[in-house]
């Protein structure tokens, strides 16, 4: 009795918290899980009977008249994890230093950089993405330093290139590993860093053994963060990479608004959630045990 | 320019705020489609404020609406997305064509399958789609041969529209098939000329206009209404390719659920005009089905025959029809197309 | 004596965050014998952590050399010092298994994992943590990380251990059952540690010898027994201890004995030896030293502060001047408001030179 009302009690307390995982979270995905498996509309929209293609279509089993299996979308997939991957591995590798160097400023200097690092966030993704086009383009303001230096005869190719679209990503996602990054290094236990070193330890061991475990969680957190933006993302690629290599996202966002096709739009955006789940999970995992793992 | 328009739809409003009680209207168009100018002038003459909302695709503003958008009065679909429209009845009829100012429209431009006699929606503008070049650095080209040869003879870059339909129907026409084939293997074809020139293609943008007068680019792959931004520039030229070309039309079009009708109607009838028609081409550079506006737009459009096409020019051009379950072979060909290295 | 550490005009100055100068260590000269339990004791900020700091190489000296074992330590990175420290906080290492805590110098010296195992064991076993290994800092209790600390720090058998103020962080009868332990375990080890406190309780009980800090400056070494009795000037003499000091004047000398006189009129009697009529002298006496008697200082007792074994009075003399501090034994009766004679043995009096 008293066990039923205490739970009727507890459910009553995260009604609230169920309500708005369930309208903002479940229920699109649960959308997108249906329409995965229903049938196109001829000018969008789905019909409401069963299809597999959308599936078969990704992953190799299709009718070959109106559905043709095409490797390209797994293709494009794994491209898109390896741009996201890359992305997470850059933003990384400048934003780890960065942030020991901002945690060891006087307050007043830290705050500041803190304050620019969140600059971007007040303005719109793609204007500012449109200044990098300008900055990057033939005759724009990098390759007019540049010549202008006599570093270089001929403008650099950059804009549309690949390296435009790891650059763009970077830029995009900065503050998004460095702010979880910062925050752990910044809870860096120097004392331990101390006792690494009194113990005989150098500075590669210390950093390795300590350091870097210690930091961890914000690897992992920043990591996160800015790999599932990463594997979506299709402004930047249409922006900076000149729309020639195709991602996911631009598939996904192209099913919806140009192929009419939503079913199969919903299709990727299930597998590409499932992959990025997958991978998240099974790095996380990874993480834990090397965490907890003994030498 | 979103918020460009915004704000002009702000000022609109407060001026029809002064005017009238709240009579309103609401515009969802193209991205710089329409003339602020005539916007201001129907304010004026009716009191009613008008607000716009732009999209950049037909399919966009489909989604939208079939999404369940409500609020919009009037929409500009191309022809082939009126047809789509009336299938799934998301238009109002307007008995527009039985207005005494109909006799101004040109009867060539009913061109809606599902809509002949213009009972629905009323023609609003059309153009071409072609090759805009700076003739200072690739010399005189007259189409598409010339055009995907610019890199290699000048070593300058080249750009084609990031827009699936468009891009494909270059193909399309360099292999001499129709621009709305349903045909796997012609578009497969179109599909394989695009890639065998791809490496030749910088980027796939809209971009053109701001990269062609910074130099970045030596030609791109875009639409008339390009010409505003080289009035003042002659070594820009546009040409609507030898080949062949595709061109375009809007229609305005009353939505089902739209919630000021009566205004829409009074937009529309507005817009029969010719002084009003004429207005709009002054600044858009593009064509107008009004008969008689067209003796009002000015000299430099008229005479420029590649803006204000002759019936010769005209007979090179397609227009995009509905092609139905066949957008799928569009569409995978284009995924490859986007793919390739 | 044969000493382990030498360390030679030891300077460190710091900028302060108000653009001060201020030296931390200011020429400090010490020496440490192989097995000696040697302790810095000072107020807070007068330069025991940083001193320490200079041993364990975390601090570069501005001037001054640290010699190890005759070995020259001052250009050498931590890593590269054969001592180890028992941090303040413990600095245990939250993602390691305590096994893995105590066995990281050897882990990072490339001791193989056999040998590892055994001496992580054995000196877990030292502390008292037998069996413990596999747990995680943060099951551990306060005393136990304590113990894990000391453990992790003697592993790798260093001939010095360097301790700041271990056990700050730990309540009263842990702490004092810990200054047992550490002193045993020094004893069993047969190093040498430095030990840093500012609680002159903790340094009398455990150290050989005392090192009392003030403004980066040594003031006094010495054994316990000396530094309490025979404190060097006046600020070691207040910081030891309950000190009653006696601006005196000497009046006469009479045999051993010498009578003196503060300027109100409390009489004192002092050793003879050295001492002129007429010098001006304070004289120093411990609580310890007065016993209540029928003669000596005649006074009133202003309060009385029961302290278990002990009593401890505050007595205003009748002649005038501060309360002295009076130790007497519990069952002596003195109430507040009493009437009291507080006698003292002459040869227990310490003299400090010019006042
Ligand atoms: N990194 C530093 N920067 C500036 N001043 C410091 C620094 N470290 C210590 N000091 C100053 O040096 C003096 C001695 O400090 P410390 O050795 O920590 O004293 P203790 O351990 O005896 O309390 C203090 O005045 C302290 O403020
Ligand atoms: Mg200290």
Redesign the interface.
Known sequence: MAIRRQSAILGLLLAPATLFLGVFFLLPLLIIALFSFLTPGLYGGVEWSFYHWNYGRIFGWADGIMEVFEPVYLRILWRSLSFAALTVLVTLLLCYPVAFWVSRLPERSRLFFLFLITLPFFSSLIVRLYAWLLILKPTGFLNSALMGLGLIAQPLEILYTPTAVVLGMVYVMVPFMFLPLYAAVDNLDRAQVEASMDLGANRVQTFLKVVLPQTLPGIMGGAVIVFIPSVGNFIVPDILGGAKGLMIGNLVEQQFLSARNWPFGSALSMVIMSVVLTVLLVAVTRARKTGAGHA | MKTQMAGLALALSLTAGAAAAQETLSLYNWGDYINPEVLTKFTEETGIAVTLDTYSSNEEMLAKIQAGATGYDIVFPSVHMNDIMLKLGLLEKTGINAHPDFKNIDPAFLRAKEDPAGEYCLPYAWGTVGIFYNEDVTGPITGWADFFAIPEKTGAKITILDDMREVLAVGLIMTGKSVNSADPAEVQAAADYILSHKAAVTAFTYEVPAMLTSGDIAAGHFFVGGNVFFTEMPNIKYIIPAEGGTMYQENICVLASAPHKENAQKFLEFYLRPEIAALNVAQQFNGTPNIPANELTPDFIRSNPNINVGPETMARLQIFEDIGAALKIYDRAWNTIRTAQ | MDSLLEIRGARREFVTPEGDRIAALDGVDLDVGAKEFVTLLGPSGCGKTTLLRAI???EALDGGTIRLGGADLTAL???RRPL??V?Q?Y?????M?VA?NVG??L???GVPKRRREAEVAEALDKVGLSGMGARRPGQLSGGQRQRVALA??IV?KPRLLLLDEPLSALDRNLRQQMQIELKTLQDRLGIAFVFVTHDQEEALTMSDRIVVMRAGRIEQIGAPRDIYRRPRNRFVAEFIGETNLFPVTVDRVEGPTALARTAEGVELLLPAAGRKPGEAITAILRPTDFTLADKGIPGTVRSAVYLGSDLHLFVAPAAGGPEIRVTARDGQAAETGAAVHLAHDPARVHVLEGG
Do not use: I, M, Q
């Open positions: 364990s190489g975390f990175p931590p890593f180890n420290t941090f906080s600095a245990l290492f939250g993602h298994t893995r990281y110098a882990e990072v010296a992790r720090a790798a």
